[in-house]
């Protein structure tokens, strides 16, 4: 006789996770901290925090000049949050993940050092209408000074990229296709494998900003196969003023520096400077070192949680906060794709998003309003702001309840 | 809600309602469109003037309750002043909504704009109410057709 088969489905310990969560603990304006601006910034977890301090009170010291205790312990820190980023995202060598300041310092590398140098006049790059600006003006830039061509890819009213679109805007003109992983306005999730795929057929290759997608959906930049891949720390739980740009070798070992300075260089004459290997090559000066380090202490924190179970969390938050918000009546939300994360944008009927944040934020719920840094998204909607809640995997039920109620308030006052 | 009360006053509410003079003005002889960029909001400014006069003032466009209550407002209280008498109001409406809040608020020749005293305790909202004093002020001291918050 067999063992019968039993699905079950992960539950996620949330008020553990919350006590690792110092700053959830702060009352707002006389309530409790409802901290649903996720997308924007996430919260940092005690590990974090205490490896930033650690790391100035025992380790301080500039890196790769070793010759002292503290600056090989500085080093050796260092370098083991780039492994740890390396396996975070399945990336076949460490060499290959450049430390940047984060998401849009590591596009705009891509741009300067890949499309300056390869991109020319008839050539085509190509990215989505519901790109962030930091997957636009780069390529916008680029083009202007190469005399190449941006063309973007439309969506549908859910939010959804529009394949058959995607299929005729590939043509052997494009270079590039540069796309959105997660929406950070919509939490659409882009059908990236195949995006990629597509764009290496027709020749063109294919960087993908992972800002949003990487605090919430694995990554594996090998099974994806992008030639480029940038995140940033603190929107997976790190601190600030880091990030990685992810780049095939063959392609970052074609493309000049982006930077110079420090670090970068192998030898410097007046006459003639060479450059240092990979990864060093494009990182330039003295880096946010105990940030980088902060960064490892994120990974290692996610590593040690349950992250289906979280993201099977965060789902039923989005579905519960969903199906109360259509329910508040001249509510319209936006961007309904049938792949999202955690991203709750909405627009009710006669008050404006700002004056829904300052009544919220008022009941203790910090929301994002305003154009999240994509216009194009705002204008396809014929919009000129949303409100929008994101959530992560330290929100409750309580914490849904809560921005709704508020949302009630609003009504109240506003409507 | 009593700390919002304070910056969404009645009369606040009201003219977000029913913005008073809320169109545009085909006869404007000075136009102004303010912008910003932070939020999306967005307005035009129209004067109608009589020599240094204002003889009419008016206003459309896009935003928040208080960038519209503060429009209204303020074009109630532009008509039949010199631009001498504006610029005065300008610098008294700026100075109330970037008053430190812990001191006493000025509203001395303010009028019904004294009700933005409130905006003093949400720093966000100060360039909500100041738009269209911007735009404004652009209008009818340096004739810049555009402004922006940023």
């Not at chain 1, 925090?49 to 500039?62: P, T």
């Not at chain 1, 050092?113 to 680029?142: C, Y």
């Not at chain 1, 529009?162 to 659409?188: C, K, P, Q, Y």
């Not at chain 1, 882009?190 to 990554?219: F, M, N, S, T, Y």
Request: charged share 20%; aromatic share 6%; hydrophobic share 40%.
């Amino acid at each position: 006789m067999g063992v019968a088969e039993t699905t079950v489905t992960p539950t996620f310990d949330v008020d553990r996770v919350r006590a690792d969560f110092p700053i959830l603990r702060q009352q707002v304006h006389g309530h409790p901290l409802v901290y649903l601006d996720n997308a924007n910034t996430t919260q940092k977890p005690q590990a974090v925090i205490d490896a930033l301090s650690e790391y100035y009170l025992s380790s301080n010291a500039n890196i790769h000049r070793a010759t002292h205790l503290l600056s090989e312990r500085a080093t050796r820190a260092y370098e083991r949050s780039r492994v740890l980023l390396q396996r975070f995202i399945n990336a076949a060598d460490s060499h290959e993940v450049i430390l940047t300041r984060g998401c849009t310092d590591g596009i705009n590398l891509v741009a300067q050092a890949w499309g300056r140098t390869f991109l020319k006049p008839g050539d085509e790059v190509l990215i989505s209408w519901m790109e962030h600006h930091s997957n636009i003006v780069p390529w916008q830039i680029v083009c202007e000074q190469t005399g190449a061509t941006l063309r973007a890819v439309p969506i549908n009213e859910r939010g959804e990229l529009r394949i058959e679109e995607f299929d005729r805007l590939l043509t052997d003109r494009t270079r590039l296709v540069a796309m959105i992983h997660v929406s950070n306005a919509l939490g659409t999730i882009a059908p990236i494998a195949e995006i990629v795929r597509k764009a290496h057929a027709a020749g063109a290759l294919a960087l993908i900003d992972g800002a949003q997608a990487a605090a919430h959906v694995p990554v594996d930049v090998q099974a994806i196969d992008a030639d480029f891949y940038a995140f940033s720390g603190h929107k997976m739980f790190g601190p600030t003023g880091t990030g990685v740009l992810y780049g095939k070798a063959a392609l970052l070992d074609r493309m000049p520096p982006y930077q110079g300075g420090g670090d970068m260089i192998a030898s410097v004459t007046f006459e003639k400077t060479t450059y240092n290997t990979l990864p060093y090559k494009f990182e330039a000066g003295t880096p946010n070192i105990a940030g980088v380090v902060g960064f490892g202490a994120a990974v290692e924190y996610l590593n040690g949680i349950d992250r289906e179970a979280a993201r099977v969390h965060e789902d039923a938050l989005l579905a519960h906060a969903t199906e109360l918000v259509a329910a508040v009546p001249g509510v319209r939300i936006i961007g309904q794709a049938r792949q999202k994360t955690s991203v709750l944008s909405f627009v009710m009927d006669g008050i404006h998003p700002h004056d829904v944040g300052t009544v919220l934020d008022n009941e203790g719920v910090a929301i994002r309003t305003g154009q999240h840094c994509a216009q194009p998204v705002m204008d396809r909607y014929g919009i000129v702001s949303t409100a929008r809640a994101s959530f992560a995997f330290y929100n409750t039920t309580a914490d849904v309840q809560a921005f709704v109620r508020a949302l009630h308030k609003v009504k109240e006052l506003l409507g | 809600m009593s700390d919002l009360r304070e910056l969404y006053q009645e009369v606040i509410l009201d003219h977000n309602r029913r913005p008073r003079n809320f169109r545009k003005l085909e006869c404007a002889d000075r136009t102004c469109e303010g912008f910003n960029p932070l939020c999306g909001d967005r307005l035009t400014l129209f004067l109608d003037m009589d020599g240094d006069r204002i003889k009419d003032v008016t206003f459309e466009g896009t935003g928040c309750a208080i960038s519209r209550a503060s429009a209204s407002l303020m074009t109630d209280a532009l008509k039949g002043k010199t631009i001498a008498e504006v610029n005065a109001l300008f610098e008294r409406f700026h100075k109330l909504v970037t008053s430190d809040p812990e001191t006493p608020p000025d509203t001395s020749g303010l009028g019904k704009l004294a009700v933005f005293a409130g905006v003093r305790e949400h720093p966000s909202r100060i360039k909500c109410a100041t738009l269209s004093w911007h735009t404004l002020k652009a209008a009818v001291t340096t004739g810049e057709t555009k402004v922006s918050t940023e």
